[in-house]
């Protein structure tokens, strides 16, 4: 596979012009590592080592307090998989991010920093 991280990313974003941020120095993208933790569909469907894990039911166990994040038109891990987090993990805090993607942190940054910080401070 050849394409480029921001190419790749495109349909990860509410708001695709926010792809240019991922792009640049800091972000590395090795797409070897990538395809063979996802298989060679890694961006529709994930297969090869992550395809057969599941841990939902050890979820319930866990003790520390927990944020989970979702972003409403992320189509990596679509909300209708981020809300079973609000099933298998009843005790944690969910937030959905309403103008995000994948990458609320780059898409909703005011938000994502003030939820973090509410929640590290009540915690």
């Given at each position: 596979?050849?394409?480029?991280?921001?190419?790749?990313?495109?349909?990860?974003?509410?708001?695709?012009?926010?792809?240019?941020?991922?792009?640049?120095?800091?972000?590395?993208?090795?797409?070897?590592?990538?395809?063979?933790?996802?298989?060679?569909?890694?961006?529709?469907?994930?297969?090869?080592?992550?395809?057969?894990?599941?841990?939902?039911?050890?979820?319930?166990?866990?003790?520390?307090?927990?944020?989970?994040?979702?972003?409403?038109?992320?189509?990596?891990?679509?909300?209708?998989?981020?809300?079973?987090?609000?099933?298998?993990?009843?005790?944690?805090?969910?937030?959905?991010?309403?103008?995000?993607?994948?990458?609320?942190?780059?898409?909703?940054?005011?938000?994502?920093?003030?939820?973090?910080?509410t929640f590290l401070?009540?915690?």
């Open positions: 596979m050849t394409s480029s991280p921001v190419s790749l990313q495109l349909g990860y974003f509410y708001d695709a012009s926010n792809a240019q941020r991922l792009a640049g120095d800091q972000y590395s993208f090795n797409p070897d590592v990538f395809f063979s933790l996802t298989g060679d569909d890694g961006g529709f469907v994930v297969g090869g080592d992550l395809g057969s894990l599941d841990l939902s039911i050890q979820l319930k166990e866990i003790k520390i307090p927990t944020l989970v994040i979702g972003g409403r038109f992320d189509r990596v891990c679509l909300p209708k998989y981020t809300l079973l987090y609000k099933k298998f993990m009843p005790q944690a805090k969910f937030i959905m991010f309403e103008e995000s993607g994948h990458f609320p942190y780059i898409e909703e940054p005011l938000k994502f920093c003030e939820t973090i910080e401070s009540n915690n």
